[in-house]
Nanobody, 124 residues
Framework: QVQLVESGGGLVQAGGSLRLACVAS????????MGWFRQAPGADLEFVAG????????RYADSVKGRFTISRDNAKKTVYLQMNSLKPEDAAVYYC?????????????????WGQGTQVTVAS
């Protein structure tokens, strides 16, 4: 089993920045691809960003391209999501996910393990 714990959420003004972190523990593997998803109230779970096991392949949702940056530190078993120029529509619960494959993926069904989520609120 793999446990994922997110941190870094909070309240920020529109235009501000937050950095989310997700620490993995348990039967982790540095060859696992990681991803960030989000879910706003009443909305479906949405892919935000994904990163392959070595960071060589990265994918973003169109809605966050140019504003969000995903990265990972395998030595620390941590994946990050730097969020800049935040908008009210970015407000959601953000989830970290891991999959038992090295390749990046965009669909939630392709991920095997999930964190509990961290709330991001953006004030306009």
């Amino acid at each position: 089993q793999v446990q994922l714990v997110e941190s870094g959420g909070g309240l920020v003004q529109a235009g501000g920045s937050l950095r989310l972190a997700c620490v993995a523990s348990g039967r982790t593997g540095s060859t696992y691809a990681m991803g960030w998803f989000r879910q706003a109230p009443g909305a479906d779970l949405e892919f935000v960003a994904g990163i392959s096991w070595n960071g060589g392949s990265i994918r973003y949702a169109d809605s966050v391209k140019g504003r969000f940056t995903i990265s990972r530190d395998n030595a620390k078993k941590t994946v990050y999501l730097q969020m800049n120029s935040l908008k009210p529509e970015d407000a959601a619960v953000y989830y970290c996910a891991s999959r038992t494959s090295w390749a990046v993926a965009s669909f939630s069904s392709e991920y095997n393990y999930w964190g509990q989520g961290t709330q991001v609120t953006v004030a306009s």
